[in-house]
C-alpha cells in the first residue's frame, strides 16, 4: 500500500493485509496497558495540569499531536488527530498526496467516542489492578495514548474501505445514497462470516501474545490480558464505529466527484 499510488490504497485485498496487520498492533497496545493499574485520575477533567480543561490524558494527546503535525503526522490520508482545531503547522516541506478520500473526509472523525469507550470500557477490563498506581500515572498516559491511536487509526481506515467500495459498484451506491437507504448500505457492508474470523483471529492472536512462551504447555498458563476481552471490543466497539464511519463516508459521496 502506498499512498502515493491510489490504486495499491483501494485495492481491497491491501486494505485486508492493513487491518490484519493492525489488530497486532492493538493487542500488543492493549497487552502493554495491562500490567498497569485502571488509575481514574488520569481521566478526570482538570486533576492534574494547571490552566487547562481537560484530564491528564486529554494534555498528553494534545502535545503529542502538537508535535507529531509539526512532522506532517496529519497531513497522511489515514490519521485522524483526537484534536484536529489544535494541530500546528508542519515546520518540514508538505508531501502532495493524490487525491484519495473525498475531500470532505477529514470532517469524518469519531475520535470522542473512541475515546470515551475506551475510558469507561476498556481500560477497566485490561488493567491488573483497579485502583490508583501514583508513580505510574505517566506510564499509564503513555501507553493510553499508544492505543487510543492505534484503534483510531483502525477504525478511521473505514473511509478507504468505504471509497474502494464505491468505486466497486457505483451504480449501486449512487442509488442508495440518493435514496438516504442507509439499511441497504450498511448491509453492503457487512459481512458476517469476515467478521467472525476477525473475532475468532483475535482471540488467538491475544492469547499467543499475552503468555509467557516458556509457559506455553504449563497447565497454570494465564494470558496478560483476556483474549475475549479484546475479542469483544472488536465486536462492540471497533467493528460498529468502522460501519458508522463507513456509512458517514458514503452518505456524503455524491458531494464530491471524483
Known amino acids: 500500500m502506498d499512498f502515493m499510488k491510489p490504486d495499491t490504497v483501494l485495492d481491497l485485498n491491501n486494505i485486508r493485509q492493513a487491518l490484519i496487520r493492525m ?4 493487542v500488543f497496545a492493549l497487552i502493554e496497558r495491562s500490567q498497569f ?34 512532522v506532517r503526522r496529519y497531513e497522511a490520508p489515514d490519521e485522524s488527530p483526537f ?35 475506551y475510558v469507561h470500557d476498556i481500560v477497566p477490563k ?11 500515572l505517566g506510564s499509564v498516559s503513555t501507553s493510553d495514548v499508544e492505543c487510543l491511536q492505534t484503534i483510531s487509526r483502525r477504525i478511521h481506515f473505514g473511509k478507504f474501505v ?38 475468532e483471529r483475535l482471540e488467538i492472536k491475544a492469547e499467543s501474545y499475552g503468555i509467557d512462551p516458556s509457559l506455553k504447555f504449563s497447565q497454570n498458563k494465564q494470558s496478560k490480558v483476556d483474549p475475549k476481552v479484546i475479542s469483544q471490543l472488536y465486536k462492540d466497539y471497533i467493528i460498529p464505529l468502522t ?16
Open 162 to 199: 468505504a471509497e474502494s467500495k464505491f468505486q466497486n459498484d457505483k451504480e449501486n451506491y449512487i442509488r442508495m445514497i440518493k435514496e438516504k437507504d442507509v439499511e441497504g448500505i450498511e448491509r453492503s457492508i457487512t459481512n458476517k462470516a469476515v467478521e467472525d474470523k476477525i473475532l
Open 126 to 136: 485490561i488493567s491488573c489492578k483497579l485502583g490508583e498506581q501514583q508513580e505510574n
Open 37 to 70: 493499574y485502571s488509575s481514574p485520575s488520569v481521566y478526570e477533567p482538570k486533576k492534574f495540569i494547571p490552566n487547562f480543561e481537560g484530564s491528564m490524558l486529554d494534555w498528553f494527546l494534545l502535545q503529542l499531536e502538537k508535535i507529531h503535525s509539526q
Open 23 to 26: 489488530e497486532e498492533t492493538i
Open 83 to 117: 484534536f484536529p482545531d489544535d494541530i500546528l503547522p508542519t515546520i518540514l516541506p508538505s508531501i502532495n498526496y493524490p487525491k484519495i478520500l473525498a475531500d470532505y473526509s477529514n470532517e469524518i472523525n469519531v475520535n470522542d467516542e473512541i475515546k470515551k469507550f
Open 243 to 258: 460501519k458508522k464511519v463507513e456509512i458517514d463516508y458514503l452518505l456524503r459521496r455524491l458531494e464530491d466527484d471524483f
